[in-house]
């Protein structure tokens, strides 16, 4: 019965080193299991603010790209409106140069009619001698 109580004590003594070998190589994997996790997370975690870094510029290019746009669509309207304006102020100036005028023409017409009635008429029927006759 030796021989089996002895046999029995080292297979419990191998098997002991053998979970020891165990424990060892699964803190072992688990090391290189949480290491491999850890940096695969830190190059996601790069990866992901490259894209936000990448994303953030390409929103501020086309924000850009919109701002001048829209600036250059306001001047074009700006002038256009500015050019719209001088050819407005032109055309009421014209015809605010023109209705002067035929209103001076016509004050000059009726003060000409009215000095014409004031002046004596002489026996040929002229109404002045520096005008021709206008009788018919």
Same mark, same amino acid.
Request: hydrophobic share 40%; charged share 35%; net charge negative.
């Given at each position: 019965m030796l021989k089996p109580a002895i046999l029995a004590a080292v297979a419990a003594v191998a098997l *002991?080193?053998? $979970?020891e070998q165990i424990d060892r190589q699964a803190d072992r994997q688990a090391d290189r299991v949480g290491n491999a996790m850890a940096e695969d997370m830190d *190059?996601?975690?790069?990866?992901? =603010? =490259?894209s936000l870094d990448?994303?953030?510029d390409a929103i501020r290019g086309q924000a850009d790209r919109v701002g001048? =746009?829209?600036? +250059?669509e306001a001047a074009n309207q700006t002038s256009r409106a500015a050019d719209d304006l001088a050819d407005q102020i032109r055309r009421h100036? +014209?015809?605010a140069v023109? +209705?002067?005028?035929?209103?001076? $023409? @016509?004050?000059g017409a009726s003060l000409r009619? @009215? +000095?014409?009635?004031?002046?004596?008429v002489d026996e040929r029927g002229y109404d002045r001698t520096d005008q021709r006759d206008e009788r018919r």
């Amino acid at each position: 019965m030796l021989k089996p109580a002895i046999l029995a004590a080292v297979a419990a003594v191998a098997l *002991a080193g053998c $979970q020891e070998q165990i424990d060892r190589q699964a803190d072992r994997q688990a090391d290189r299991v949480g290491n491999a996790m850890a940096e695969d997370m830190d *190059a996601a975690a790069a990866n992901v =603010s =490259s894209s936000l870094d990448n994303l953030g510029d390409a929103i501020r290019g086309q924000a850009d790209r919109v701002g001048e =746009s829209a600036v +250059d669509e306001a001047a074009n309207q700006t002038s256009r409106a500015a050019d719209d304006l001088a050819d407005q102020i032109r055309r009421h100036g +014209d015809r605010a140069v023109g +209705d002067v005028g035929a209103a001076l $023409q @016509r004050a000059g017409a009726s003060l000409r009619d @009215r +000095d014409r009635a004031r002046e004596p008429v002489d026996e040929r029927g002229y109404d002045r001698t520096d005008q021709r006759d206008e009788r018919r």
